[in-house]
């Protein structure tokens, strides 16, 4: 018979991480729970986290923002420091699963999953987040892009768990963008998925922009060349057409049962084609820092 444990604090997780190493960890369960449900996993011993309050919650630190790994993807949502900092990640959310999913999965476990395809991921590598990772002696930190090393292979260490998520606030006056495409339009897996943050100057000339693609390589992949084509310029359709091509150039999608690599290939640049449709923040009534999605 497999043990499950049920700590509730960091203080009884340590020991108990110190007596079984190869624990399965896992808070909503949504994903280790199908896959040991296929026989694709078969830990000796589970540990949930969700009886752990310190690991939830969304809180304001100066310029900071720090998400607790436990928090679920429906708390997330309805915080108004996501909705009103982080839209382009509230966004994301608000696509992921349905609401049963989103009232038990976690961000800490959309990360550690790791999946190219995993919807809070793209908006994390534009806000450039830092993940916290946490053992019984040690505390570290490094940006989420370091974390995610390949699909389902992250940085954790054994005895060690991922914490929370820190974000610098992004200035308001930010375009925050998140769209994804899948093969029905809800409860959808991305096919595709664009994440992207951009500044304009006052005369709507694009000043800053991050932009990061989910489902098109074996981790989020990010286009620096199509980032620096965009400055400088407005996001007309020549501007955004040239910025596409160097994005189908730099990701590397494979072909499965959702999508072959062309489509995937094709569909990573006309999602940044539709960016032109887009309004900008403090422009015809939309507040700085909008959401602007489909």
């Not at 011993?45 to 607790?68: S, T, Y």
């Not at 999953?113 to 991921?121: C, I, R, V, Y």
């Not at 914490?163 to 006056?173: E, F, L, M, N, S």
């Not at 620096?228 to 072909?255: K, N, Y």
């Amino acid at each position: 018979m497999r043990e499950v444990h049920l700590p509730r604090s960091l203080e009884e997780l340590w020991p108990l991480l110190d007596r079984r190493p190869r624990a399965a960890l896992y808070a909503g369960g949504t994903d280790l729970l199908v896959r040991m449900g296929r026989g694709m996993e078969n830990p000796a011993a589970l540990v949930c986290l969700e009886r752990i309050e310190e690991l939830k919650g969304v809180n304001e630190h100066g310029d900071h923002i720090h998400i607790g790994s436990c928090t679920t993807h429906s708390r997330l949502l309805a915080h108004p420091l996501v909705q009103r900092h982080l839209p382009v990640l509230a966004q994301a959310v608000k696509t992921l699963g349905s609401p049963l999913i989103r009232n038990m999965g976690t961000i800490g476990g959309n990360l550690c999953t790791a999946s190219p395809a995993g919807d809070t991921l793209p908006p994390l590598y534009v806000l450039e987040a830092e993940v916290e990772l946490r053992s019984g002696g040690r505390v570290r930190r490094m940006p989420v892009r370091k974390f995610i090393r390949g699909p389902g292979v992250t940085c954790i260490e054994e005895g060690e768990i991922l914490t929370g998520i820190r974000v610098k606030k992004p200035a308001r006056d930010l375009l925050h963008h998140f769209e994804k495409v899948g093969r029905r339009n809800a409860l959808a897996c991305a096919v595709v998925s664009l994440a992207a943050l951009i500044g304009f100057s006052p005369d709507g000339v694009v000043r800053r922009a991050a932009l990061a693609w989910g489902s098109v390589g074996p981790t989020v992949v990010r286009c620096p060349e199509a980032e620096e084509a965009l400055l400088g310029q407005r996001l007309s359709a020549d501007t955004l057409q040239r910025a596409a091509a160097l994005v189908r150039e730099a990701v590397s999608p494979i072909s499965d049962l959702r999508a072959d690599e062309h489509y995937r290939r094709r569909v990573s640049g006309n999602l940044l084609l539709r960016l032109a449709e887009r309004p900008r923040p403090g422009s015809s009534g939309i507040p700085p820092g909008c959401c602007s999605s489909k």
